[in-house]
């Protein structure tokens, strides 16, 4: 089965920016994409864990993944999916959180395999020396406040009653440029992310086709839920974190053996390498065979 394929046949693919264009490029490989990751604990959770695998994914099919740890972004905070604006963190608290999620991301990607080698990227390293003046002028002008506000991630807030700070406002600007960023330099023509990232995402090629004339993609992968549709690595109000000193294999083992079996296969598809053969075939056991599991 062609790459393309399998990812429509896991469930994997919820939107994309360029459907026919897409299909052709992933099945060729040899494309450098990247996805972000904001720095806002120590450790990324089991939501987090879905994209990682999809990275992986992509690398095993001759794609070469840029992880993009968000050092200057996640002193914002991302108002995607958020009904209230989050604390701020202090700089040491921060770099602390960039250097865990840096040796997470090690675990799972391959950053020594030749060509498509990963390449981890910070982007505060061309944030922290960008003024305001200079950031109004070459990005801030090319983005329309109207267009700003229909994104769904600021709708939301902006109707309801903690509203939204320019702070967060600010966030799609600052992803966006981070795609010109990669772009430029590194030649990435496709972002990866969340269904929640979608109007951060779209920002980010309308913003890099402006400043660099050049046709960029992306592709959001579908907000795992459980089957009471509450997003997927939460547990009784808490993270389910991918560091054992932050939730012990014991507990992760749990919260994964517990989800209904009504779950099971969509998670299979998008959490493993197993094939679709060998996940049918589970499938069929526990529909048919619920007491033998274990």
């Given at each position: ?180 960023t990669l772009n430029k330099n590194h030649n990435v023509t496709l972002q990866l992310g969340g ?87 589970l499938k069929d056991k526990t529909e048919n065979e619920p007491h033998l599991r274990a």
């Amino acid at each position: 089965m062609k790459f393309f394929d399998e990812l429509k046949a896991r469930g994997i693919i919820e939107a994309l920016s360029h459907e026919q264009e897409l299909e052709k490029k992933f099945n060729e490989g040899g494309m450098s994409f990247y996805c972000g990751y904001d720095p806002s604990a120590k450790s990324l959770q089991l939501g987090n864990l879905f994209t990682i695998v999809t990275c992986m994914r992509f690398q095993k099919a001759g794609h070469k993944p840029y992880m993009l740890v968000g050092g200057a972004t996640g002193m914002i905070g991302d108002p995607s999916g958020k009904s209230e604006e989050r604390n701020l963190l202090d700089v040491e608290t921060l770099n602390d959180n960039i250097k865990g999620i840096r040796e997470q991301l090690g675990q799972f990607v391959n950053f020594d395999c030749g060509e498509n080698s990963a390449v981890l990227v910070n982007n505060a390293d061309w944030w922290s020396g960008l003024g305001f003046l200079e950031f109004l002028r070459t990005i801030g002008k090319r983005f329309r406040v109207n267009e700003m506000l229909n994104k769904d991630s600021v709708k939301s807030r902006i109707t309801s009653d903690s509203g939204i700070s320019l702070t967060e406002f600010s966030y799609q600007v600052l992803q966006a440029y981070d795609f010109v960023t990669l772009n430029k330099n590194h030649n990435v023509t496709l972002q990866l992310g969340g269904s929640d990232q979608w109007g951060n995402m779209t920002a980010g090629t309308d913003l890099t086709r402006k400043m660099n004339q050049n046709q960029v993609y992306c592709m959001t992968m579908p907000l795992i839920t459980d089957q009471n549709g509450k997003k997927f690595g939460k547990s009784e109000g808490n993270a389910v974190y991918l560091s054992a000193e932050m939730t012990s294999p014991y507990k992760m083992y749990q919260f994964l053996l517990n989800q209904d079996d009504s779950i099971v296969d969509s998670l299979l598809k998008c959490y493993t390498f197993l094939s679709l053969e060998e996940i049918a075939s589970l499938k069929d056991k526990t529909e048919n065979e619920p007491h033998l599991r274990a």
